[in-house]
């Protein structure tokens, strides 16, 4: 069962931010948050992950609240590249075997 | 970064053939690999999990002796998908997993069984 919840869709203005939302009000004090994209016909590739503090990359800044119940992904200035489902996901890092579980995720379109 | 490569990037076999499916990680070594699958407008499934030089272990649903699963080396794994039908058509992806257990994802095969 997938442990996050996002809106199925959004669309963004090119140039403007993007502001994905994930809800994960049952992770635990040892799960990470991360995010993952796939553009169409390709493979996931990977945004940025973090644990409580927020976080910033060249591609992305990730925000998560305080009591950890959800984040908020930020993609500051959105291109038309930028289109594509976003995913967010919770996971135990140094877990042995346990694979990436993705969600149904956010399609977010970027709209010239 | 960690690259993962797939090959082919797409294939077209006729029904009742096998088609096999390779998926290496260039620049580092990868004890664990995983095989997802995804249908058409659907998110990533979880087809497998391959141990260099164990059995691969299969979630529910998946049929071991259709996707056979090798991983004969740190930095090869193979899916063959045996006597394919139209309904095995899918995007198939592969994923390494490093020392570090960051998994890295493979660019995808897309199949089409006709």
């Known amino acids: 069962d997938a442990k996050t919840t996002q809106p199925p869709s959004m669309d963004c203005a090119e140039g403007r931010a993007a502001n994905l939302p994930c809800n994960h009000s049952t992770i635990s004090g040892n799960e990470y948050v991360y995010w993952y994209r796939q553009i169409h016909s390709q493979g996931p590739q990977y945004i940025i992950h973090?644990?409580?503090n927020n976080e910033t990359n060249e591609m992305a800044s990730l925000i998560i609240t305080e009591d950890r119940k959800s984040s908020t992904l930020i993609l500051p200035h959105a291109t038309l590249r930028d289109t594509a489902v976003y995913y967010c996901?919770?996971?135990?890092?140094?877990?042995?075997?346990?694979?990436?579980?993705f969600g149904k995720g956010t399609r977010l379109s970027v709209i010239a | 970064g960690a690259v993962v490569s797939q090959h082919p990037s797409r294939v077209i076999c006729k029904s009742g053939t096998s088609v096999k499916i390779e998926c290496r990680s260039l620049d580092f070594q990868a004890t664990t690999m995983f095989w997802y699958r995804q249908f058409p407008k659907k998110s990533l499934m979880l087809m497998a999990t391959?141990?260099?030089?164990?059995?691969?272990?299969?979630e529910q649903g998946v049929e071991k002796d259709k996707f056979l699963i090798n991983h004969a080396s740190l930095t090869l794994s193979t899916l063959t998908v045996t006597s394919a039908h139209p309904e095995d058509s899918s995007f198939y992806i592969c994923s390494a997993r490093d020392s570090f257990y960051e998994q890295y994802f493979g660019p995808g095969t897309r199949l089409t069984v006709t």
């Open positions: 391959s141990n260099e030089g164990s059995k691969a272990t299969y």
């Open positions: 996901i919770v996971r135990v890092v140094y877990s042995g075997n346990t694979p990436l579980v």
């Open positions: 973090g644990l409580k």
